[in-house]
């Protein structure tokens, strides 16, 4: 029986090969994979605030061979999990500067992540609720951005 927990390259790659098998929309394809990208971006420049020490002496071994992508080539679900938290708001979610619909597919995104995660047993049940909760919050207060915004004055 194997019990090592897949990595978040792992992951990600899984989910996202099945986001975009379904999609044949050049524009539709190109927003995932922005995302896919920005959340990858996200995880090396916020993941190491989260880890517990060993992790960080883990990290940096990784990252003394290979820079890129070491987060994740080395962290697993949960470490993916608490990210999406971060994902969901500022500065990797910004109404402001990204375009309304990317906003919608990064917010979708992220909720399927989480949903994907417990779907497969690879965090613990209920634990994500938490950040489903942060994740549905941006998604009502970015509807709430969107309609002032597009309000007559």
Request: charged fraction near 25%; proline fraction near 4%; hydrophobic fraction near 40%.
């Amino acid at each position: 029986m194997n019990t090592t927990q897949p990595h978040i390259d792992e992951i990600l790659r899984a989910f996202f090969e099945h986001e975009l098998a379904g999609r044949r929309g050049p524009v539709t394809r190109q927003r995932i994979t922005r995302v896919y990208q920005r959340l990858l971006e996200c995880l090396e420049t916020e993941a190491e605030g989260t880890l517990t020490d060993d992790d960080r002496v883990l990290l940096a071994a990784e990252r003394e061979f290979q820079p890129v992508g070491a987060v994740a080539r080395t962290m697993h679900a949960n470490d993916l999990r608490v990210a999406i938290d971060r994902f969901v708001r500022k500065p990797w979610l910004d109404t402001d500067r990204q375009e309304r619909q990317d906003v919608r597919v990064q917010l979708r995104l992220s909720r399927a992540i989480l949903m994907f995660l417990a779907a497969n047993q690879l965090i613990a049940p209920y634990s994500h609720a938490l950040q489903l909760l942060t994740v549905q919050r941006a998604i009502t207060g970015t509807k709430m951005i969107y309609q002032r915004r597009s309000q007559p004055l």
